[in-house]
């Protein structure tokens, strides 16, 4: 079994940065993948970034130079970097991972979702 934490959401003023953390823990052989969906009241839910073991990055296009995803391989955790803040980024913001849990065997994971409000 895989958990995936999250951290770091709450109110903030348009303009203003937030820094999402998610952290994973278990027993796994490997964490692939990790990413940052969202979803807003009555929205289907998002695809905000991915990034992969290697730190290849991928962003959605309405976040492109304003957020940015990281990850330390070491702490098993992701980092969403949000920067610039809209009003229309408010969402409820959730941790995704793409886990080897055996050998052969591949799991995807959600966090419980942390809530961002940009609101003036």
């Known amino acids: 079994q895989v958990q995936l934490v999250e951290s770091g959401g709450g109110s903030v003023q348009p303009g203003g940065s937030l820094r999402l953390s998610c952290a994973a823990s278990g027993n796994y052989f490997s964490i692939n993948a990790m990413g940052w969906y969202r979803q807003a009241p009555g929205k289907q839910r998002e695809l905000v970034a991915t990034?992969?073991?290697?730190?290849?990055?991928n962003y959605a296009d309405f976040v492109k130079g304003r957020f940015t995803i990281s990850r330390d391989n070491a702490k098993n955790t992701v980092y969403l970097q949000m920067n610039s803040l809209k009003p229309e980024d408010t969402a409820a913001y959730y941790c995704?991972?793409?886990?080897?849990?055996?050998?052969?065997?591949?799991?995807?994971?959600w966090g419980q979702g942390t809530q961002v409000t940009v609101s003036s």
């Open positions: 990034i992969t073991s290697g730190g290849e990055s």
């Open positions: 995704n991972a793409a886990v080897t849990v055996a050998w052969g065997i591949n799991r995807n994971y």
